[in-house]
């Protein structure tokens, strides 16, 4: 069964940094792409980048461009999404996610790790 | 970039009536090469993720049931609930994968009238 398990809850101040984790079990991880999505509270959906474990080959959404790093290690089945450090507007779930291509459909997603930044 | 753009943002059904959701993308989601719409739909429910409903504009997912319905071609794209039920109130997102950035539409929330 393909799951994709992601790291717990986070409360964090604003200048703070973070990384949250997204493990796949189930299927060869190393060759299909994560995405990760981010949703704001009771926000629609959107699409911040997607990384090959294989290769680490890594793109990135225009908004999500150096304001986050996304990576993965093919060794322990895990894909990451990190920040530098957190701003008030970062509060959001995060959603971790599998395609088979870069251009494909996303077919399981993570739970979501909720994360709340404020002072 | 792709933008999608979703309507309406709410929709009241009666139980058993249709509901119908519009999508639009700013370009062609149609590549020719591989005769295929890059574009899928997914249901969103509180507290869950998204789950793929539609693939590739038409192709029903395994388990889907029968009454979700893909259709359109190129820039726009309907997706159809042939007899509502309560269980279909949800969010649903229209997202196109013909390329990176991929993108979503708005949203459109689904509830009974």
């Known amino acids: 069964e393909v799951q994709l398990v992601q790291s717990g809850a986070e409360v964090k101040k604003p200048g703070e940094s973070l990384k949250i984790s997204c493990q796949g079990s189930?299927?060869?991880?190393?060759?299909?792409?994560i995405t990760w999505v981010r949703q704001m509270p009771g926000k629609g959906l959107d699409w911040m980048g997607i990384v090959y474990p294989g290769d680490s080959d890594t793109r990135y959404s225009p908004s999500s461009q150096g304001q986050v790093t996304i990576s993965a290690d093919k060794s322990i089945n895990t894909a990451y999404l990190q920040w530098n450090s957190l701003e008030a507007s970062d509060s959001g779930i995060y959603f971790c996610?599998?395609?088979?291509?870069?251009?494909?459909?996303?077919?399981?997603w993570g739970q979501g790790t909720p994360v709340t930044v404020s002072s | 970039d792709i933008v999608m753009t979703q309507s309406p943002d709410s929709l009241a059904v009666s139980l058993g009536e249709r509901a119908a959701i519009n999508c639009k993308s700013s370009?062609?989601?149609?590549?020719?090469?591989?005769?295929?719409?890059?574009l899928d739909w997914y249901q969103q429910k509180p507290g869950q993720p998204p789950k793929l409903l539609i693939s590739?504009?038409?192709t029903r997912e395994s388990g889907v049931p029968d009454r979700f319905s893909g259709s359109g071609s190129g820039t726009d794209f309907t997706l159809t609930i042939s007899s509502l039920q309560t269980e279909d109130v949800a969010v649903y997102y229209c997202?196109?994968?013909?390329?990176?950035?991929?993108?979503f539409g708005g949203g459109t929330k689904v509830e009974i009238k």
């Open positions: 996610a599998r395609q088979v291509g870069r251009t494909s459909p996303i077919d399981y």
């Open positions: 997202q196109q994968h013909f390329s990176t950035p991929l993108s």
């Open positions: 370009q062609s989601l149609f590549y020719s090469s591989y005769n295929k719409n890059y």
């Open positions: 590739w504009a038409s």
């Open positions: 189930g299927y060869d991880f190393s060759a299909y792409w």
